[in-house]
């Protein structure tokens, strides 16, 4: 008996069906979700009440390197602000046409997040730019003194934020923010000493550039991994080829096809499938040992899969032709009319 998986396909089959949901794993994201926003709520407050403060010292020491890490912290608060609205959003149940609920706000929120990291990268680079031609002379002190207060806050809020569940793209934009972040405070203190010890002024730009280059880097990540559940893609770690292949290793498997694995949202990956199993076997009891399978081995709790049986053999069509000849009859134009 062949076993066939196939990504996408057809074929003819009847007699019986089972047709299953296995759903598992909201509540967890519930649960998830509060942990998240508490997270999230200690950052933000970390984050607006430093950034006033390096506004003004930026500001009074005339550093670049300080007023684009204030931008940066600008839309950090931003960011954080909007993964709170998002993930308030997205824990309501689904209802009325939003079947799957409002998960994919969340990837709306990751994705204004890299889009922002990326818009920012290019103005910070085109200011730095602008300061290597023409640099401005930058009060080294306060530089390292705020740069330094800074990497103390991004401390606090990237570790509360390690906390939350980073394998939510909303959370991680976030934490991207944040972490380029204290990044820039480093190489802020690097180039304010700099300055203090050798008055190379240009030393502000550069590490400018430094932190337009991660904050690119970061930003394009979560872009590309919010266009991926946008597209409807398989998650990165989850390779169709081989759950079809491990589908149809099952005994009493006959063939998988209709393969889809998709991201409904960050951490919740969904599967539907079409199986063909032995004309004998029960198809009920196989698509339950399906399930089991793809949640113990690929942590895939929601799945549908359409279970049909295979057409049962049947015996070749025997025509059986008699010897016996059918006696004729005469036509209508040999019938005789009896003489009176």
Not at 56 to 65: H, P, R, T
């Amino acid at each position: 008996m062949s076993q066939m998986a196939h990504a996408h396909g057809h074929s003819g089959h009847a007699h019986g069906h089972g047709h299953g949901h296995g759903h598992a794993g909201h509540g967890h994201l519930h649960a998830r979700g509060e942990a998240d926003a508490r997270a999230l709520k200690i950052a933000l407050g970390l984050i607006l009440g430093f950034m006033a403060v390096e506004v003004v010292a930026g500001v009074v020491a005339s550093s670049l390197a300080l007023l684009s890490d204030a931008a940066h912290m600008l839309t950090d608060a931003a960011a954080l602000a909007l993964s709170l609205v998002a993930l308030r959003i997205a824990r309501r149940p689904p209802r009325g046409a939003m079947t799957y609920g409002f998960g994919r706000v969340e990837i709306l929120s990751a994705q204004a997040n890299g889009i922002t990291l990326v818009l920012l990268a290019l103005w910070i680079t085109f200011e730095a730019v602008r300061r290597l031609v023409t640099p401005l002379e930058v009060e080294g002190t306060v530089v390292v003194v705020v740069a330094l207060a800074g990497v103390v806050v991004n401390l606090a809020a990237t570790f509360a934020l390690a906390g939350a569940s980073r394998e939510s793209l909303n959370v991680e934009g976030s934490f991207q923010h944040i972490l380029t972040d204290l990044f820039a405070f480093v190489a802020t203190a690097i180039a304010g000493a700099v300055i203090l010890l050798t008055g190379f002024a240009r030393a502000d730009a550069l590490a400018s550039l430094l932190v337009a280059a991660l904050m690119l880097v970061a930003g394009v990540r979560l872009v590309k991994a919010s266009a991926r559940v946008f597209l409807e893609a398989a998650p990165a770690e989850l390779d169709p080829q081989t759950i079809g292949r491990t589908l149809a290793g099952v005994p009493g498997v006959v063939e998988v096809h209709d393969l889809h694995v998709w991201e409904v949202t960050s951490g919740f990956p969904a599967l539907s499938a079409h199986v063909v199993v032995g004309a004998g076997r029960d198809c009920h009891e196989l698509r339950r040992v399906l399930q089991q399978l793809l949640s113990e081995r690929f942590d895939l709790r929601h799945t549908t899969l359409q279970v049909d049986h295979e057409a049962a053999p049947q015996a070749p069509l025997q025509i059986e032709v008699s010897d016996y000849a059918p006696a004729t009859t005469s036509s209508p134009s040999e019938s005789r009319v009896p003489e009176k």
